[in-house]
Nanobody, 111 residues
Framework: QVQLVESGGGLVRPGGSLRLSCVAS????????TAWYRQAPGKQREWVAV???????DYADSVKARFTISRDAANSTVYLYLNMLEPEDTAVYYC?????WGQGTQVTVSS
């Protein structure tokens, strides 16, 4: 059974940074195409970033140049680095590899 577990969320001031982790088990599922999504209160879940099995990345326009997705296959983990955070980035962040969703991790950007 595929399982994804996100972590790394928290409360951060505008302009701050966070690193989110998505750990896959069994570990080989981390090399699958993996995407991050987010859902803000009262809004639909939206796609944020994706990394293909070969390492090609893509980003939503709203986070391009601020967020970076990467993979550490040795540790079965896909990361999402969030920089220059804005209050509009406040949401629950989820990862998905086409076979499972994680439980989400809350990111709150507030002064």
């Amino acid at each position: 059974q595929v399982q994804l577990v996100e972590s790394g969320g928290g409360l951060v001031r505008p302009g701050g940074s966070l690193r989110l982790s998505c750990v896959a088990s069994p570990g080989f599922y981390s090399i699958y195409r993996t995407a991050w999504y987010r859902q803000a209160p009262g809004k639909q879940r939206e796609w944020v970033a994706v990394i293909s099995s070969s390492g090609i990345t893509d980003y939503a326009d709203s986070v391009k140049a601020r967020f970076t997705i990467s993979r550490d296959a040795a540790n079965s983990t896909v990361y999402l680095y969030l920089n220059m955070l804005e209050p509009e980035d406040t949401a629950v962040y989820y990862c998905n590899n086409g076979r499972a969703w994680g439980q989400g991790t809350q990111v709150t950007v507030s002064s």
